[in-house]
């Protein structure tokens, strides 16, 4: 209905405004401090869908390939790769000089190739070196291996504070580091994208690289948690 | 500028709310907005560095209450009327202006391939020396642009050393405002913890940064 597609419009248009002056007092959906993960108010996906329209209606946008573009973010690109990319280094020495040396050439050897990797840096932790991954003045992220950052990661509490505390942000995920375990903490200010290779959890020996691969999670690729092995007969 | 965007040492912004088994999306509107930025750029009306500094003009109570892709539908919105892709009138009447051309989507799914894996350029660019070397103790310029910058305020005067040259790029002060590209080097610096926030922080602890040649200075 036009008089729906205007009405939503109009409000985003004024918000926009307000961004571009900074005068207005933008009129976004009131919202909860603090829970940026919550669903929007019903009326923001209208406006959302509103512009789609317009933009289709152009010929400024093609549906199909919006689709593609979510279907890649969901289905294709995700931790899973980094995990690949971790086990593969855990068990070829080979594979890890060269992921360490020349980060982006070693990921396009297993596939990964898309957008915001292309500058990718992996960082080793050890007994005695813990890396830390931030992006403190937006969002940025290696894509290819990680997919999209989760909330937490694009958000004021995690970007103030992994620079200036990264022990007690670590301490927040349940990681307790010792005093003599030196941290390195990557702000991602430039177009290098970050990714931390972490320790391969002991007891893993017989493990196969799937298995080993299934282990990595993104959050010990962002260095905010340890590979660990889920106990045998462990809660589903 | 100095936006509420540069958080690097701010307190007061809460723990850290971890959501487990968080959906790449929480809603279908947020893999909307998500794909329509992204196919919108195709058509080089503006750049990445430009992208970036039309979330950081949001005013700064906005930027905290706004959720991450409220805040990319607001600067899509701005970008298509200001770039002049979609004019103000059609932006409020949500309906094209019938006497304008229908375009061809500049990106489509035969085109995608090529968005997907084309992005930043190559780094290597022998023709663009480096105005610094690996080990080379340098301070970070104590500068406040009001525009476009990546050079985090805790950073700015304090003194760090080159580890890692990583080549050639663009400088966003400049091509976020299409004053050019300035192709320099990016170097990664470290800065002892202690540098950046004095006696209380672990004397093992370090940040490292990735600077331009024009972020920093001989010390």
Known sequence: MGGTRRGFLKAAMTTAGAAATGVIHAQGPVRDLGHEHQAAPSDFALRVK????????????????LDALIDTMEHKVGPRNGGRVVARAWIDPGYKKRLLENAPVAIAELGYTSGQGEHMVVVENGPKVHNLVVCTLCSCYPWPVLGLPPVWYKSAPYRSRAVIDPRGILREFGMSL??????????????????????????TDAMTEEQLASLVTRDAMIGVAKVTVPPVGGTP | MNGVHDMGG?????PVEYEKDEPVFHAPWEGRVYALTRAMRAWRKWNLDTDRHGIEILPPADYLRMSYYERWF????AQVVQYGLVSKEEMESGRPDPASP????????????????????SSDEPTVRPLFKVGQRVRAKNINPSGHTRLPRYARGRT?????????????????????EKRQHV????????????????????????LWDDYIERT
């Not at chain 1, 509103?50 to 390939?65: C, H, N």
């Not at chain 1, 010792?178 to 007891?203: C, F, H, K, M, Q």
């Not at chain 2, 760090?160 to 050019?180: C, E, K, L, M, S």
């Open chain 1, 50 to 65: 509103s512009l789609e329209s317009l933009l289709v209606d152009k010929g400024l946008v093609d549906r199909a390939a």
């Open chain 1, 178 to 203: 010792s005093n003599d375990v030196e941290i390195r903490v990557w702000d991602s200010t430039a177009e290098l994208r970050y990714l931390v290779l972490p320790e391969r959890p002991p007891g």
């Open chain 2, 102 to 121: 229908k375009a061809t989507p500049a990106f489509t799914l035969a085109t995608s391939s090529r968005w997907f894996t084309r992005g930043i350029p």
């Open chain 2, 10 to 14: 701010q307190h007061g912004m809460g």
């Open chain 2, 74 to 77: 607001v600067r899509l919105v």
């Open chain 2, 187 to 210: 170097y990664s610096v470290r800065f002892a913890a202690r540098e950046l926030w004095g006696a209380d922080a672990s004397s093992r602890d370090s940040v490292y940064l990735d």
């Open chain 2, 160 to 180: 760090g050393v080159i580890v890692r040259d990583h080549g050639v790029y663009t400088f966003p002060d400049t091509n976020a405002h299409f004053q050019g």
